[in-house]
């Protein structure tokens, strides 16, 4: 058979976050991420009704920590810093005199709050980092305005490659250090929600933020290795730090430093902020030099070289590492065991220069993985082979840093493509762009895919040359790169309008092109500038609502042309779908004058609906702006209840209450689901709102297995309210079944509490769940035992020779041992888990 053991008013109703005038406040800015606002109404009262003795308190916290703690950061710094060794005297001190750190420390403007520092393989990025954490740890420690939380990413580590890995390492940190930070609310939102709240690196990064909003301190966090999480994480951190320091009302007393190595994704999210790459301060090649000079010391004296020997191999260092700490160390542990300098010498003229010093295997993956980030597949040049691409001389020359070979080879007439173009400006150190521009400019201007490239990564004055070179002809392909340029775009795009906007077309798929990837100020400027040749349509509108920067996109858009009505229901659903921009395009749609928008049945299940199922996000915020602005406008039917309730939960049918109650009916069919989202606490309150007696269906029986948190707690209470005889039909029992330890738990209740309840199943769907591997064996183990007992009892509606079958059936297998052997141990975890609530 198989059995085994096994109030402020409206937290964004009258502006968006991307508003000028509105006040940053925890309520407008956090209700941006699955972290619920301080706003919402049901969880008000639910911190209201429970106040715990001391004892419950440290047991929540205690709880707290357990679900979130996932490694200490602490131990991979030590464990970072004995595997390079110590630090040079004096080393790496001298970062904390650069400008741009002044300023990270003392920020003035948002782009001032993140600082990123890029090197590449070897160029003591982490020793940099290690230095940062420990300084400011002890700078901090005795400040009471200031504190500071690392971590150290590693690729081969699965508790530090993710987006929840960093946040958890950060946030552990920052609570440790600081226990009074961990407030009432957020304890509570955890036992509300237990571990899952932790799931979500959104949810994370708006705890993060909160935290750091209400703090009196400043946090400053330092993130080593941000290249060594894998691709999806790194999207992730990148987009929410964008999002949260290039939103018009930023956080203020957050700040990041992150090293990695030089990235064209990284550089999508973080080349507006502070960068510096460490190659460019000469005191970081001061620093390995240092480096030299104490590693060749120490191997000297400890095998009695000559000074002059010394000064020798010291050079050897300096010429062959091309400051690269990994080559020296490398290098220094190879000859420490080696007799003369001679040899020594000898042994190091024989290694690859420190550019070619191979990286581990992770480390070229992650090479490799950053190296497809910079073709972005836009002509069959970009999506061929990388490992073709990495074949051309001048690649290499740019991925090496080797700007002089690289103008040798361009003079020498080696092919250029479009790849090589963003490899340069994305990957390459300062001045090989420009090399490139400035060698091969008659080549740029006559080809298009070219000058498209160009266009996306150079400066204005760069293209400068290609705009007015005598052979270039406009195509739409550099207006599209224009577009893509973040940082110089609005500039290029000026020139190449001043040269040759007479032979630039506005029509509605360029302007497509165009509002789907450039920067709000770009359109703006478009408009203002150039209004009268453009024409705003709904699918120009669609286009903008997709851009990274929708919201503010949208509301370019409406500034100058609101006239032109393009806001209808399908964009209005378009935008709402967008669950990580909703409200702030719901403050939108809100500030616009009534005759201009409509909030029709299917805009508001838009506003609602989740594109993820297991998504964490029950503050109903978006429905209460919608509500508390426009009741009048809004229909809630029976349809729209039960979505709110699927989706949000209970509070959300609770902001329906506030705002529509006269209009809400609770039917059966909204109870029904209820019992798939509901507490024990939340249905009573439910039913005492029903018109009519409630039944307790089989759909209702079959939500409680979805509900994982309350499911058996839920069927007590539903049995208060039974009237007669409770009936399981088949398609309940297969629900149970199927729902692992809850499923066995719920029919403890179902069958022990209610004794004598009918239960309908046929032989048949008995020996199909006994096959079934989905089957929870606990549970199929003890309805067996159960309708051989009398606990319950088979539906009047088997009888005759079919119900004596099914009778056999079920007495051969209730008395097997190993069935009645799981069932008990199916018992006894229940029992555990009982006890440890």
Same mark, same amino acid.
């Given at each position: 058979m198989?059995?085994?053991s096994a109030s402020n008013?409206?937290?964004r109703?009258s502006?968006?976050?991307?508003?000028?005038?509105?006040?940053?406040?925890?309520d407008?800015?956090?209700g941006h991420?699955?972290w619920?606002?301080t706003?919402t109404?049901?969880h008000?009262?639910?911190?209201s009704?429970h106040i715990?003795s001391?004892?419950d308190?440290?047991k929540?916290?205690?709880?707290f920590y357990r679900?979130?703690?996932?490694s200490d950061?602490s131990i991979?710094k030590d464990a970072?810093?004995?595997?390079?060794?110590p630090?040079a005297?004096?080393?790496c001190?001298?970062?904390?005199?650069v400008?741009?750190?002044k300023?990270?420390?003392k920020p003035?403007?948002e782009?001032?709050?993140?600082?990123?520092l890029?090197?590449?393989h070897g160029?003591?990025?982490?020793t940099?980092?290690?230095y940062?954490?420990?300084?400011?740890?002890n700078d901090?420690?005795t400040?009471?305005?200031?504190?500071?939380?690392y971590?150290f990413?590693?690729?081969?580590?699965v508790?530090?490659?993710?987006a929840?890995?960093v946040?958890?390492g950060?946030l552990?940190?920052?609570?440790?250090?600081h226990?009074h930070?961990?407030s009432?609310?957020?304890?509570?939102?955890?036992?509300y929600r237990?571990?899952?709240?932790f799931?979500k690196?959104?949810?994370?990064?708006?705890?993060l933020?909160e935290v750091?909003f209400?703090s009196?301190?400043?946090?400053?966090?330092v993130?080593?290795?941000?290249?060594e999480?894998?691709?999806?994480?790194?999207?992730?951190?990148?987009?929410?730090?964008?999002?949260t320091f290039?939103g018009?009302?930023?956080?203020k007393?957050?700040s990041l430093?992150?090293?990695s190595?030089p990235?064209?994704?990284i550089y999508?999210?973080l080349?507006?902020f502070?960068?510096r790459d460490?190659?460019?301060f000469?005191?970081s090649?001061?620093?390995?030099e240092?480096?030299i000079?104490q590693?060749?010391r120490h191997?000297?004296?400890?095998r009695?070289?000559?000074?002059?020997?010394?000064t020798?191999v010291k050079?050897v260092f300096?010429?062959k590492?091309e400051?690269?700490?990994?080559?020296?160390?490398?290098?220094s542990?190879?000859i420490?065991k080696?007799?003369s300098?001679e040899?020594?010498?000898?042994?190091l003229?024989?290694?690859?220069n420190?550019s070619e010093y191979?990286?581990n295997?992770?480390s070229l993956?992650?090479?490799?993985e950053n190296?497809e980030?910079?073709g972005f597949g836009n002509?069959?040049?970009?999506r061929?082979?990388?490992h073709?691409?990495?074949?051309?001389?001048v690649v290499?020359a740019?991925?090496?840093g080797?700007?002089?070979?690289?103008?040798?080879l361009?003079?020498?007439g080696?092919?250029?493509t479009?790849y090589t173009i963003?490899?340069?400006?994305?990957?390459?150190c300062v001045?090989?762009l420009?090399?490139?521009m400035?060698?091969?400019?008659?080549?740029i201007s006559?080809?298009q895919?070219?000058?498209?490239a160009?266009?996306?990564?150079a400066?204005?004055e760069?293209?400068?040359?290609?705009?007015?070179?005598?052979?270039f002809?406009?195509?739409?392909a550099?207006?599209?790169?224009?577009?893509?340029?973040?940082?110089y775009?609005l500039?290029i795009l000026r020139l190449?309008?001043k040269?040759?906007?007479?032979d630039?077309e506005?029509?509605?798929w360029?302007?497509?092109?165009i509002?789907?990837?450039?920067?709000p100020?770009?359109?703006d400027y478009?408009l203002?500038?150039?209004?009268r040749?453009i024409?705003?349509?709904?699918?120009?509108?669609e286009?903008?609502?997709e851009?990274r920067?929708? #919201?503010?996109? %949208?509301?370019v858009l @409406? *500034?100058?042309? &609101?006239?032109?009505?393009? =806001?209808?229901?399908?964009l209005? !659903?378009l935008?709402?779908?967008?669950t990580r921009?909703?409200p702030?395009?719901?403050a939108?749609f809100l500030?616009?004058p009534?005759?201009?928008v409509?909030?029709t049945k299917e805009?508001?299940l838009?506003a609602?609906a989740?594109?993820?199922?297991?998504?964490d996000?029950?503050? #109903?915020e978006? %429905?209460e702006?919608l @509500? *508390?602005n426009r &009741?009048d406008d809004?229909? =809630?039917d029976e349809e729209?209840? !039960?979505?709110?309730l699927?989706?949000l939960g209970y509070?959300?049918l609770?902001?329906?209450?506030e705002?529509?109650?006269?209009s809400v009916r609770?039917?059966?069919?909204?109870?029904?689901?209820?019992a798939?989202v509901?507490?024990a606490?939340?249905f009573?309150?439910l039913?005492?709102r029903?018109?009519?007696?409630f039944k307790?269906t089989?759909d209702?029986?079959?939500?409680t297995?979805?509900n994982?948190r309350?499911?058996d707690?839920?069927l007590?209470?539903?049995?208060r309210?039974?009237?007669?005889i409770?009936?399981?039909?088949?398609d309940?029992v297969?629900?149970f079944l199927k729902?692992?330890q809850?499923?066995f738990?719920?029919l403890?209740?179902?069958?022990?509490?209610?004794?004598?309840?009918?239960?309908?199943?046929t032989r048949?769907a008995l020996?199909s769940?006994i096959?079934?591997?989905?089957?929870?064996r606990?549970?199929l183990?003890?309805?067996?035992v159960?309708l051989?007992?009398?606990?319950?009892?088979?539906?009047?509606?088997?009888?005759?020779?079919r119900?004596e079958?099914?009778?056999?059936?079920i007495?051969?297998?209730?008395e097997?041992?190993?069935v009645?052997?799981t069932?008990?141990?199916a018992m006894e975890?229940s029992?555990?888990?009982m006890?440890?609530r």
């Amino acid at each position: 058979m198989g059995f085994s053991s096994a109030s402020n008013d409206s937290p964004r109703s009258s502006m968006s976050r991307l508003s000028d005038e509105s006040p940053l406040s925890p309520d407008s800015f956090l209700g941006h991420y699955p972290w619920p606002s301080t706003s919402t109404v049901a969880h008000k009262r639910y911190e209201s009704r429970h106040i715990l003795s001391d004892a419950d308190k440290k047991k929540q916290i205690e709880a707290f920590y357990r679900d979130l703690i996932w490694s200490d950061p602490s131990i991979a710094k030590d464990a970072l810093r004995t595997q390079q060794g110590p630090r040079a005297p004096k080393t790496c001190e001298w970062i904390m005199g650069v400008q741009e750190v002044k300023n990270w420390l003392k920020p003035e403007t948002e782009n001032q709050h993140v600082l990123w520092l890029s090197g590449n393989h070897g160029r003591g990025k982490s020793t940099m980092a290690v230095y940062l954490a420990e300084k400011l740890t002890n700078d901090f420690a005795t400040d009471p305005a200031n504190t500071c939380a690392y971590f150290f990413c590693g690729s081969k580590d699965v508790l530090r490659n993710s987006a929840q890995g960093v946040l958890r390492g950060l946030l552990s940190q920052i609570f440790q250090n600081h226990p009074h930070l961990l407030s009432d609310r957020i304890r509570r939102r955890h036992a509300y929600r237990g571990a899952r709240v932790f799931e979500k690196a959104q949810a994370l990064w708006n705890l993060l933020v909160e935290v750091a909003f209400r703090s009196d301190r400043h946090i400053f966090c330092v993130i080593d290795g941000l290249d060594e999480c894998d691709a999806d994480s790194r999207t992730i951190l990148l987009e929410l730090i964008e999002e949260t320091f290039h939103g018009e009302k930023p956080v203020k007393n957050l700040s990041l430093v992150i090293t990695s190595r030089p990235s064209s994704k990284i550089y999508e999210y973080l080349g507006e902020f502070t960068h510096r790459d460490l190659d460019s301060f000469s005191q970081s090649k001061n620093d390995v030099e240092v480096f030299i000079n104490q590693r060749v010391r120490h191997i000297a004296s400890k095998r009695g070289w000559s000074g002059t020997s010394t000064t020798q191999v010291k050079r050897v260092f300096q010429a062959k590492s091309e400051y690269n700490y990994h080559w020296v160390r490398y290098a220094s542990e190879s000859i420490c065991k080696l007799r003369s300098a001679e040899d020594a010498i000898k042994f190091l003229k024989g290694l690859p220069n420190g550019s070619e010093y191979p990286t581990n295997s992770t480390s070229l993956n992650q090479k490799r993985e950053n190296v497809e980030h910079l073709g972005f597949g836009n002509t069959d040049e970009d999506r061929e082979k990388h490992h073709a691409r990495l074949k051309s001389p001048v690649v290499s020359a740019i991925l090496t840093g080797r700007v002089e070979m690289l103008a040798f080879l361009l003079k020498k007439g080696e092919s250029i493509t479009p790849y090589t173009i963003r490899a340069a400006a994305k990957w390459g150190c300062v001045g090989m762009l420009q090399t490139i521009m400035t060698l091969r400019q008659d080549e740029i201007s006559r080809d298009q895919d070219l000058s498209c490239a160009a266009a996306e990564c150079a400066t204005a004055e760069m293209m400068n040359l290609i705009f007015r070179h005598r052979e270039f002809r406009w195509s739409d392909a550099a207006m599209t790169g224009a577009t893509r340029n973040e940082r110089y775009g609005l500039d290029i795009l000026r020139l190449l309008l001043k040269l040759h906007g007479n032979d630039i077309e506005l029509d509605e798929w360029m302007m497509g092109n165009i509002a789907s990837a450039c920067h709000p100020k770009t359109m703006d400027y478009l408009l203002t500038e150039h209004g009268r040749r453009i024409q705003i349509t709904t699918a120009v509108a669609e286009r903008a609502i997709e851009n990274r920067h929708g #919201p503010a996109m %949208l509301r370019v858009l @409406l *500034k100058h042309r &609101a006239h032109e009505g393009f =806001i209808d229901e399908e964009l209005m !659903i378009l935008a709402l779908a967008n669950t990580r921009s909703r409200p702030d395009f719901m403050a939108i749609f809100l500030e616009m004058p009534r005759s201009q928008v409509l909030f029709t049945k299917e805009v508001v299940l838009a506003a609602i609906a989740s594109p993820e199922k297991d998504s964490d996000d029950w503050a #109903p915020e978006v %429905l209460e702006m919608l @509500l *508390k602005n426009r &009741a009048d406008d809004v229909d =809630i039917d029976e349809e729209i209840a !039960i979505e709110v309730l699927w989706e949000l939960g209970y509070p959300g049918l609770q902001v329906i209450f506030e705002h529509k109650s006269d209009s809400v009916r609770v039917t059966q069919s909204l109870l029904d689901a209820a019992a798939g989202v509901c507490s024990a606490k939340e249905f009573p309150r439910l039913v005492e709102r029903a018109e009519d007696d409630f039944k307790i269906t089989q759909d209702m029986l079959i939500n409680t297995t979805l509900n994982v948190r309350h499911g058996d707690r839920l069927l007590p209470v539903m049995q208060r309210y039974l009237k007669g005889i409770l009936s399981i039909g088949q398609d309940a029992v297969e629900a149970f079944l199927k729902a692992g330890q809850n499923g066995f738990k719920s029919l403890l209740v179902l069958l022990l509490r209610d004794r004598g309840c009918r239960v309908n199943l046929t032989r048949g769907a008995l020996r199909s769940w006994i096959r079934d591997e989905q089957v929870y064996r606990g549970s199929l183990a003890f309805l067996f035992v159960a309708l051989h007992s009398g606990w319950c009892k088979l539906s009047d509606e088997v009888t005759g020779s079919r119900c004596e079958r099914l009778e056999a059936l079920i007495k051969h297998y209730a008395e097997l041992d190993d069935v009645r052997q799981t069932f008990a141990e199916a018992m006894e975890r229940s029992k555990k888990e009982m006890r440890g609530r």
